[in-house]
């Protein structure tokens, strides 16, 4: 069975600084991986996903991720952020063939602070 | 654009009431989800369907049913709700592969009271 752990609970940071959010997952094969992105009071939105190809992936909002397979880590960067990226992450891993059984990381809150 | 749709976003009711929320997808997918979101416990998963009339308990479907009679819809039934059933609720959908993700709904917001 897969895992996913985010190990920082919360994360603060002061506008226009970088900032990374960690995730690493357990798997014994390959698998898919997504970042999702929750403001408040909101549902989830979908930030990011690697499938394979290059590891480094990015979306349209200037956040980036890197698959490290030797690691098993797939953690979120951006070089800087601005105050209304002040949301909820959670990472999340699927097998390739499954669209039904997510594994949801337990979420990192990002506050991007003035 | 495709969407997840949920009926309410904020709900209140009381203790004992019989509860359902509904969620809606325009998207033709097979697979739907109902998730409880708590501070500090992350999403958890109530119950899946991946089909019509089919469904598959999650990791806590106590006090929860569900019902797909449609393709398109599928609601979550809180028979006797409860205090402890205070929380977020939110609904996804995905296609059968697993690259595409899932879609979520804004969620609804239910208060026990």
């Known amino acids: 069975a897969q895992s996913v752990t985010q190990l920082d609970s919360q994360v603060p940071v002061f506008e226009e600084a970088p900032v990374e959010l960690r995730c690493n997952y357990s798997?014994?094969?390959?698998?898919?991986l997504f970042w999702y992105v929750q403001y408040p009071n909101q549902g989830l939105q979908l930030l990011l996903k690697?499938?394979?190809?290059?590891?480094l992936v990015e979306s349209i909002n200037g956040f980036e991720a890197e698959f490290n397979k030797s690691q098993t880590s797939f953690h979120l960067r951006k070089p800087s952020v601005h105050i209304s990226d002040t949301a909820e992450y959670f990472c999340?891993?699927?097998?390739?063939?499954?669209?039904?059984?997510?594994?949801f990381g337990p979420g990192t809150r990002l506050s991007v602070l003035p | 654009d495709v969407k997840v749709t949920q009926s309410s976003r904020y709900l209140v009711k009381r203790t004992g009431e019989k509860v359902f929320l509904e969620c809606v997808q325009d998207?033709?997918?097979?697979?739907m989800f109902w998730y409880r979101q708590d501070p500090g416990l992350g999403l958890r998963l109530i119950y899946f369907?991946?089909?019509?009339?089919?469904?598959e308990k999650g990791d806590i479907p106590e006090g929860y049913s569900v019902s797909r009679e449609k393709k398109e819809r599928f609601s979550l039934i809180l028979e006797s709700a409860s205090t402890n059933q205070t929380s977020m609720y939110l609904c996804?959908?995905?296609?059968?592969?697993?690259?595409?993700?899932?879609?979520f709904g804004s969620g609804t917001r239910l208060t026990v009271v």
């Open positions: 369907s991946y089909d019509v009339k089919m469904k």
């Open positions: 998207m033709d997918h097979e697979n």
């Open positions: 999340a891993v699927s097998l390739p063939y499954d669209g039904q059984n997510f594994v």
């Open positions: 798997s014994s094969v390959s698998v898919y």
């Open positions: 690697y499938l394979s190809g290059s590891t």
């Open positions: 996804a959908s995905s296609l059968q592969g697993a690259g595409y993700g899932y879609t």
